[in-house]
């Protein structure tokens, strides 16, 4: 007899092998008892076989190799469990698997449950019976915070096996019980991690996590020197303001910024899709600008090839700032003088040239060869 079943058989029935040798390879031999093959003088030899006896209570072990543990049919897999040597192997007597139990109709629940599942006299000892929990999940769907302290993270996780229905735990506290829906959504996120555990309706349960980041917080700090303001951000869009109405400072569009007014001032700025604005710095003592002094101010050679001169009115502190078409502070130049000699070391191009005393201030072109 190769790869059958030879079940319930009881004395006085069976198989009659008239004197022949009665052999069992790679078969299931269960619940019948010691006369189960009628035959003169010779034993029945079974070969690799699986071994389970309801009259036996230790359960057959026909070649010494061992009993397999009585719950092996219903635990998760459990590698130290598998026989490890080719042979015969026996049932344990009192095995969920092959245990005694009332006749059933219910043919999925009541047996998964741990109650062996009766086909009228005999035992259904199938693959039905060996219930192992299989759920998997995966993050089908992840939104990062698009900005620095934003909540619009978003994650989605989907059980990719299990039974409806499910339970859905997030460690944030939201929760969605007994649902059909083999996935589950949450949003509004902050950075930071989220774990979801997943049961479904047969207690299996799975566990998800995942790491929602954001972007770093943009440098908002900025610097005073004299009576011009300069972002200390190196990066990204700059746009002064004026914090007395929160307007738009028009053509203020640089890293530093000299007021011709005193007031208070703040810069608007962006990288990418984020924006932030600095706090407002206030400007004082800063004198109302004479008409002709700013119109006596000279800077030469323009163009220049490196080297070049502001001229003032007359001697007096000034803060001279120079930037690049891109709004790159270049460098900043203060002293009490009526001439400033300057040189720009930085590549042929226009650059903007801002100078500030207590009495005016003036934006000027300089180009360099």
């Not at 397999?68 to 080719?86: N, R, W």
């Not at 769907?141 to 499910?166: E, K, L, P």
Request: aromatic share 10%; hydrophobic share 35%; charged share 15%.
């Amino acid at each position: 007899m190769c790869s059958s079943a030879f079940a319930q058989n009881y004395s006085g029935g069976g198989v009659y092998m008239d004197n022949a040798l009665f052999q069992a390879i790679n078969s299931l031999v269960l619940g019948n008892t010691f006369s189960e093959v009628e035959n003169v003088g010779k034993n029945p030899e079974y070969f690799y076989c699986l071994i389970g006896n309801l009259n036996d209570s230790t359960g057959l072990n026909l070649d010494g190799i061992g009993v397999l543990p009585e719950d092996i049919f219903i635990q998760y897999m459990d590698t130290t469990m598998a026989p490890s040597i080719q042979g015969n192997y026996a049932l344990k007597y009192g095995s969920i698997a092959i245990d005694a139990g009332l006749d059933v109709t219910d043919t999925f629940k009541v047996a998964i449950d741990g109650s062996p599942r009766f086909l009228g006299k005999g035992v259904d000892l199938g693959a039905f019976e060996s219930f192992y929990c299989f759920m998997t999940s995966s993050v089908t769907n992840m939104s990062n915070v698009s900005c620095h302290g934003m909540q619009d993270g978003s994650i989605t996780i989907t059980s990719d096996s299990g039974r409806a229905t499910f339970d859905y735990h997030w460690s944030n506290g939201d929760s969605t019980i007994n649902t059909a829906s083999n996935n589950s959504t949450i949003d509004s996120l902050g950075a930071g991690k989220y774990v979801l555990v997943i049961t479904d309706a047969y207690g299996c349960e799975v566990k998800d996590s995942v790491n929602i980041t954001e972007p770093s917080a943009i440098d908002t700090a900025t610097t005073l020197s004299g009576f011009v303001i300069s972002a200390n951000a190196i990066s990204g869009s700059y746009q002064w303001i004026d914090c007395a109405n929160d307007s738009l400072i028009s053509g203020e569009t640089s890293q530093s910024f000299s007021p011709i007014k005193n007031g208070s001032y703040a810069v608007i700025l962006s990288e990418g899709n984020c924006s932030d604005t600095s706090s407002c710095i206030s400007i004082l003592n800063l004198s109302v600008p004479r008409s002709e002094n700013v119109a006596s101010i000279l800077v030469y050679p323009n163009p220049t090839n490196e080297k070049f001169t502001v001229q003032l009115p007359q001697e007096e502190t000034a803060t001279i700032v120079v930037y690049n078409k891109l709004g790159q502070l270049i460098s900043v130049i203060q002293g009490n003088a009526q001439k400033f000699d300057i040189a720009i070391n930085d590549a042929p191009g226009i650059y903007t040239i801002k100078i500030s005393t207590a009495s005016f201030s003036k934006t000027m072109i300089l180009v360099k060869k």
